[in-house]
């Protein structure tokens, strides 16, 4: 028993990667919760989004992280592969979500908004970070964890008037180089 306690002792916990600063998220790899609501209905889940230029790989999960659908994108496609292995494409995601999950994803949008950039007319809080912005018809609110003035968002909450709302709460963040970054 001894001999176990004193293997441990020079054990040291892996230290945390440092959230990256939002200047540097040109390209991105996020991991969160999401919630939304359209419709009277509640959709929500888990997601994992790899974003480098006109590329995205989205998975969304159930709560429980169960596969649901991964959604890949390029500048000239939105394709939906759902869990059973059925795929689906359209010109942009938001057009693909609503037709095959019943709800759109502003997935072009999210993307600015998850960096905290989008507007030049937003509300700013006491670190210079958006606070609040109007977009294309999309009210959205920000959260931060902490002080820092070049942190990205933590919590968005995005409204758009015809009943729909999305919760996103951003749990990890990473910054990809130019070669980890395609999708």
């Known amino acids: 028993s001894a001999f176990f306690l004193s293997g441990c002792a020079g054990l040291r916990p892996v230290p945390e990667a440092p959230t990256p600063s939002r200047e540097t998220l040109d390209a991105f ?50 394709r939906l592969t759902m869990s059973d292995g059925q795929e689906y494409s359209a010109e942009t995601a938001e057009t693909l979500t609503r037709q095959v999950l019943g709800y759109p994803l502003p997935l072009a949008q999210l993307t600015d908004w998850v960096r905290g950039r989008g507007a030049e007319a937003g509300s700013r809080d006491e670190q210079g970070r958006l606070s609040r912005l109007q977009h294309e018809g999309w009210s959205i609110d920000y959260g931060y964890d902490g002080d820092d003035p070049l942190a990205p968002p933590s919590r968005i909450f995005a409204e758009r008037t015809g009943g729909i709302e999305l919760r996103l709460r951003i749990d990890e963040w990473s910054s990809l180089s130019s070669g980890d970054g395609a999708p």
């Open 29 to 78: 790899s996020l991991a969160g919760r999401f919630s939304l609501r359209h419709e009277d209905k509640n959709y929500s889940g888990r997601l994992s989004w790899r974003h480098a230029g006109a590329s995205n790989e989205l998975l969304l999960a159930s709560p429980f992280g169960q596969g649901i659908a991964q959604i890949t994108t390029s500048a000239s496609e939105a």
